[in-house]
């Protein structure tokens, strides 16, 4: 069973430019969380979806991020007009629907981003 | 915010038991407590959670207080690979993990 698969594994940005984060939920899985890390620092929760819903994205910057989990394909966070501050690496979860919200999440390898 | 305060870093002898601390003094009676670890910029790990019974896995045991305000995450004979940040969670039903600074555990040969 592949575990939670993340792409790009790095990318690179010039300011202004957008990002398109992609992340694979592990098989079965239908909770997805999206963090960040700056560096030397601990993650930071940006949103939680299921399948096609925005559950929380109390974490979210208010303009140029948004985040989607269609019901086929994987669950996307794009960046638009990104600037220097945006690099770091963005980390996805996915836990299962059964059990409810106390189920652990599983995390992918992370995308690291640099804006140049 | 975190809800919880750990060491910034310890030591630990390989093949020793590292015994990693956690206060949680404002932790709620519907409130679990999670360890996670990171490895060098790797995504993190889930290690272990519990509520207030002590818990055992394969990987560590955790031991919580009675009065439910602290926490110690034990690695039982620790490797090399065991190097790693360590984050301690209090976590409700549906929200969201807040991670903190951790504690840099690092396993001396």
């Known amino acids: 069973n592949a575990g939670v698969m993340q792409n790009p594994r790095h990318l690179v940005r010039r300011r202004g430019q957008e990002a398109r984060l992609r992340c694979s939920p592990m098989?079965?899985?239908?909770?997805v969380y999206w963090y960040r890390q700056l560096p030397e620092e601990g993650l930071k929760f940006m949103v939680y979806?299921?399948?096609?819903?925005?559950?929380?994205e109390s974490g979210m910057p208010k303009e140029r991020f948004s985040a989607e989990f269609p019901k086929e394909g994987p669950s996307i966070l794009r960046i638009q007009q990104v600037v220097r501050g945006d690099s770091a690496a963005y980390f996805c979860a996915s836990s299962p629907a059964i059990g409810g919200g106390l189920n652990e999440q599983f995390f992918g390898p992370g995308t690291r981003l640099t804006v140049l | 915010d975190a809800k919880t305060t750990q060491p910034p870093s310890m030591d630990c002898a390989e093949g020793r038991a590292a015994n990693l601390p956690c206060n949680h003094s404002?932790?709620?009676?519907?409130?679990?407590v999670y360890w996670y670890r990171q490895i060098h910029s790797q995504g993190p790990q889930y290690i272990i959670h519990g509520l207030k019974n002590n818990e055992t896995n394969e990987m560590a045991s955790l031991i919580i207080t009675e009065d439910r305000k602290s926490s110690t995450l034990i690695l039982p004979h620790a490797t090399l690979r065991d190097t790693a940040v360590y984050y301690c969670i209090v976590r409700a039903l549906n929200e969201k993990l807040t991670f903190g600074t951790g504690t840099r555990l690092t396993i001396i040969p």
């Open positions: 098989k079965g899985h239908s909770h």
């Open positions: 404002t932790i709620s009676g519907n409130e679990y």
């Open positions: 979806l299921q399948k096609e819903n925005i559950i929380d």
